[in-house]
């Protein structure tokens, strides 16, 4: 569904600001504004309970510190068409009795429903959603698609064998799988599948965990993390729902793991890695129990420190 078709199945006509900012830049020696405001649907909409709109390079003259003061305001009314390349927004805004009116004509508009606001740190993997995800990849494990398989040498006589397949285009990518398995002195120990083409390097160490036992770390999802006992063959996988979207996935965009670093003396696991490829991040994390972590909150009350590197 577009942006237009989105505003006009989706009214948001008396709906409560939670937040608006508006800004200016300079690209090229021309000066645009932007205009972010997220709202609250207040119970009118049953599919959606925010809303996020976005107009971006606008080229009209708009009132920037008064609409930055708009937070807790209603929208009034909202119509925008599109006229060749630009859209033109008129838009006016209620705060107690006082009528707001602008016209913003922007080279790029965006709205777009939110179920909820902040990150959800519920795992979906298992879930009917996710699975279905999974199915949908599944048709692609076939010689056709076929683009290659690699070995990775790990400790103590194990190694990684995957082989990957590949549904795309010029243009787009519609499937991706591997089929990967843990191998002891050449022999499969696991196997699993992953649906992740965007890490580039498979880990190539055990984490040599404090209670003797040694845990391997892999990815089944750009998103998340899980880890086996190489020891017990017990596994666990980790996938966040993230952030909303609007695109259909059953997870939105959460930290994008790339490294691991564990300190055996506190339990304590440091992920380099970032969100929407940068910057990039440390997020630090309780590992005192590998196949049942909480990402969020644990009983050393380590929920996940953001510093830059």
């Given at each position: 569904m577009g942006a237009l078709e989105f505003l006009n199945a989706h009214k948001i006509e008396d709906t409560v600001i939670?937040?608006?900012?508006?800004s200016e830049f300079?690209?090229?020696?021309?000066?645009y504004k932007s205009l972010q405001i997220r709202g609250d649907y207040c119970g009118f909409d049953k599919e959606y309970s925010y809303y996020?709109?976005?107009?971006?390079?606008?080229?009209?003259?708009?009132p920037l510190d008064q609409l930055n003061s708009l937070k807790e305001a209603k929208i009034n009314k909202i119509s925008v068409v599109r006229d060749g390349n630009l859209y033109i927004a008129d838009i006016s805004f209620i705060l107690n009795t006082e009528i707001i009116s602008i016209t913003a004509i922007a080279e790029h508009f965006s709205v777009s429903g939110l179920h909820y606001i902040g990150f959800d740190y519920t795992n979906i993997y298992g879930t009917d959603e996710y699975k279905t995800r999974l199915e949908s990849n599944s048709y692609v494990?076939?010689?056709?698609?076929?683009?290659?398989?690699?070995?990775?040498?790990?400790?103590?006589?194990?190694d990684l064998y995957e082989r990957k397949y590949s549904h795309h285009s010029d243009n787009a990518s519609y499937a991706f799988l591997k089929r990967c398995q843990l191998r002891k002195n050449g022999k499969c120990v696991y196997e699993y599948t992953s649906i992740d083409d965007h890490h580039l390097r498979t880990y190539k160490d055990f984490i040599f965990h404090s209670n003797g036992h040694r845990y391997y770390p892999f990815h089944i999802d750009l998103y998340g993390i899980s880890y086996i006992d190489v020891d017990t063959l017990e596994v666990f996988n980790y996938i966040p729902r993230g952030y909303d979207n609007d695109y259909?996935?059953?997870?939105?965009?959460?930290?994008i793991i790339i490294d691991i670093h564990y300190a055996p003396t506190t339990d304590l696991v440091a992920y380099g890695g970032c969100y929407w490829a940068g910057p990039s991040e440390v997020m630090v994390g309780d590992l005192s129990s590998p196949l049942s972590f909480n990402p969020h909150t644990s009983h050393k009350a380590?929920?996940?420190?953001?510093?830059r590197w």
């Open positions: 939670t937040s608006i900012i508006c300079e690209d090229k020696g021309i000066v996020h709109l976005f107009l971006s390079r606008i080229i009209s003259d708009i494990e076939a010689d056709k698609y076929f683009i290659g398989e690699t070995e990775t040498e790990l400790p103590d006589g194990f259909g996935s059953p997870n939105g965009e959460s930290f380590v929920r996940f420190i953001r510093s």
